[in-house]
């Protein structure tokens, strides 16, 4: 059978897809001069734009939902859907991604990493990113998420002849290959229940509104329990939740900071993309198993991030452990079960991005100038960079949820709202014991960046492209805080059944 593809669909996954393969083959023709190094980046961050126009241009198309790779064509289920979730997730990434390019050209600047294998891995990884929160089957899923994974390791690596870098690059593919195992193994067992990949037809068998192919009725319970179990464990890898989360601190410290920039916010956001779509989508009848999971997992994700971001004097490290910390707010409203909670976890994913990326080109700027990138590194950095000390500072006070950063204090409102409404008042009071928690070591670090500096503070370096990343992010958290509602109104599921 012929399937007919619609081109314009999946546009912005292909247009990521080209552009690799251009740098791959400008790299391997053009000579290494530091103009070459300066225009891969620019071909790399002209194909993110461009696949991010596609993207708004699929957003104001409105209308039905878009699809293809359908099996028989033109008719349901279909492998690849751009709804509203797709769009709000492929556009957080590109648009994070402009980020990530942006202080990878400050990066490379340096040396010692191959441009063109830098850049194609970062595109291979986009190209993951955006496909992910499209695929309708648990085979598509799979491999996108898989695509999102497998060239960060070689990205955590490049830096050659770095010993932390190595180890990281090590401890995530070993933490990543369990985990796919893991969810591979609970994927199985949900396609052997079902008879079917795709997640509306999961949806209707485990709803009871279609038979099961021929497994004992006695036995699909245990079985779907099992599977709903791995899959979730195998998710809880990928967005660092607990009980598996220590692999991030050692990560995201070894690994570049673009690359911990793109843990942090597109690796994130394509494993809760894919989390979401099987949870609310493919397993919606069996909300009544894993949402009490969820609860948990968001208890003791917050908890942990928390109590081990109070210990750190790393920069970075810091960041790893807040980053695995907020991962806790984003599950917690998957505690409620329904899609419109679903929406709320993504109204927040989407304003902590914007927060976190701040963050991650502030800390790029500062790692310029000092080799350790300590905390007290940052003291009198308002007075020696404003532009910087204010941005750092502003995106601090957004990620603890304090006024005037009106988007953080938005976006835990939208999961206080949901966990309420369902009656969680337990997973609300540990999220409000956590909220105070994190306030501690947001404002310990903002008030050093006012802090007069104690000896010869090492000046933070200038790149004009970090510059950049640093004002986009900046830009973003500042929209977000003039209206934040208008980010849950734009990602409330809508097509996802």
């Known amino acids: ?100 390019v942006l202080l990878s050209m400050t990066e490379l600047a340096g040396g010692g990493i191959p441009v063109g294998e830098w850049h194609f891995l970062l595109l291979c990884t986009l190209v993951g990113a955006v496909t992910l929160p499209a695929s309708r089957d648990l085979v598509m899923l799979v491999v996108a998420l898989e695509l999102v994974s497998l060239p960060v390791f070689a990205l955590t690596a490049l830096k050659r002849y770095d010993g932390r870098a190595s180890e990281a690059a090590v401890k995530l593919f070993v933490v990543s290959v369990v985990s796919t195992a893991i969810m591979l193994f609970g994927v199985s067992l949900l396609y052997g229940v079902t008879g079917s990949v795709y997640l509306s037809r999961l949806s209707a068998v485990l709803a009871g509104q279609a038979p099961p192919p021929g497994l004992p009725a006695d036995a699909l319970p245990a079985v779907v329990t099992v599977g709903v179990v791995l899959v979730v464990a195998g998710f809880a890898f990928k967005i660092a939740a607990v009980p598996f989360h220590s692999w991030a601190a050692d990560v995201y410290q070894g690994a570049p900071v673009p690359v911990a920039a793109l843990l942090s916010v597109i690796s994130k956001a394509a494993g809760f993309a894919g989390l979401i779509l099987v949870l609310v989508t493919g397993l919606s009848g069996q909300a009544g198993t894993w949402a009490p999971i969820m609860g948990i997992l968001a208890a003791l994700t917050m908890t942990a991030g928390n109590l081990l971001a109070l210990r750190q004097r790393s920069a970075v490290r810091l960041l790893a452990w807040s980053s695995v910390a907020q991962s806790g707010y984003i599950l917690a409203p998957l505690a409620v079960g329904t899609a419109e909670a679903a929406g709320a976890s993504t109204a927040y994913l989407i304003i902590y991005a914007a927060m976190n990326l701040g963050a991650f080109a502030v800390v790029m700027l500062v790692s310029r100038g000092s080799a350790r990138n300590e905390l007290d590194d940052y003291r009198g950095l308002a007075f020696r960079r404003p532009a910087a000390g204010i941005a ?40 409000a014991v956590n909220t105070v928690i994190g306030l501690y070591y947001y404002a310990l670090w903002t008030a050093r960046l006012f802090a007069p500096a104690t000896g010869a503070a090492a000046p933070a370096g200038r790149h004009v492209a970090t510059s950049l990343a640093v004002g986009l992010a900046l830009a973003a958290a500042v929209l977000f805080s003039v209206a934040p509602q208008l980010v849950l109104d734009m990602t409330l599921l809508s097509a996802t059944g």
């Open 392 to 431: 750092l500072a502003f995106c601090l006070i957004c990620l603890a949820g304090l006024p005037p950063g009106l988007a953080g204090l938005f976006a835990k409102v939208f999961v206080f709202r949901e966990i309420v409404a369902a009656g969680s008042g337990w997973l609300a009071l540990v999220m």
């Open 1 to 100: 059978m012929i399937q007919q593809i619609d081109y314009f669909v999946i546009a912005p996954s292909l247009v990521l897809a080209l552009v690799a393969g251009l740098v791959l083959l400008l790299d391997a023709f053009l000579p290494a001069r530091p103009r070459t190094q300066t225009g891969l980046g620019l071909v790399t961050l002209a194909g993110v734009l461009l696949s991010l126009g596609f993207v708004v241009a699929q957003a104001v198309r409105g209308g039905p939902a878009l699809s293809t790779f359908c099996v028989p064509p033109g008719t349901s289920p279909c492998s690849y859907v751009v709804d509203r979730f797709t769009l709000a997730f492929a556009g957080l990434v590109l648009v994070a991604a402009v980020v990530v």
